[in-house]
């Protein structure tokens, strides 16, 4: 009986890329850390803040569960995980302005410590910041785009360029 990848030498569907070195790692590790940080600052307010109410706790639980999965889409880096990434970090920016704008009029949702509220004022701002960073990152990473502009250089003589 031959094993998985004894068969699957000949079909060319191997990943040949390169392991992600150098600011793609950093970028990970940062999101694992930020996630692990927020998610552990939530556990702690949500069993040891009795006085606030839940829902800005839950609110900071989800934060944290946000910036975990997005590390998680980060590292795997595959084409659905690519979905989920930009997903995860979508919210990890739209959330902090739109709680922003919202604790406008509402104090309340500033009680808890949160990654959004306050566009994470209690988390040193690195939250928003490094969700920029991570859009950029994944825009950037992008292999279709990667593979478009490689094509592009192979082919000089395109028609749509002027020469």
């Known amino acids: 009986m031959q094993g998985y990848e004894d068969m699957n030498e000949g079909d060319g569907a191997r990943d040949q890329r390169p ?19 927020i998610v552990a ?13 839940w829902g800005p706790r839950l609110v ?10 997005a590390a998680i889409a980060l ?6 995980m690519r979905l989920v990434g930009w997903s995860a970090i979508a ?23 949160s990654a959004w509220t306050g566009l994470g004022a209690d988390f040193y701002y690195l939250p928003l910041a490094l969700s920029v960073v991570g859009i950029i990152w ?7 785009r990667i593979v478009s502009l490689a094509e592009q250089v192979e082919r000089p003589n395109s028609p749509w360029k002027a020469g």
Do not use: C, K
Request: charged share 15%; hydrophobic share 55%.
């Open 19 to 37: 392991p992600s070195l150098g600011l793609g790692r950093i970028i990970i590790a940062l999101f694992w850390l930020l996630g692990v940080w």
């Open 41 to 53: 600052m939530a556990v702690v307010d949500l069993f040891h803040a009795q006085g606030l109410p």
């Open 60 to 69: 900071a639980l989800l934060a944290g569960v946000d910036y975990v999965v």
């Open 75 to 80: 590292t795997h880096n595959g084409r659905r």
């Open 91 to 113: 919210l990890s920016i739209a959330a902090p302005l739109v709680l922003w704008v919202a604790s406008l009029g509402l104090d309340e949702l500033n009680t808890a410590r």
């Open 138 to 144: 994944m825009w950037r990473s992008n292999p279709r």
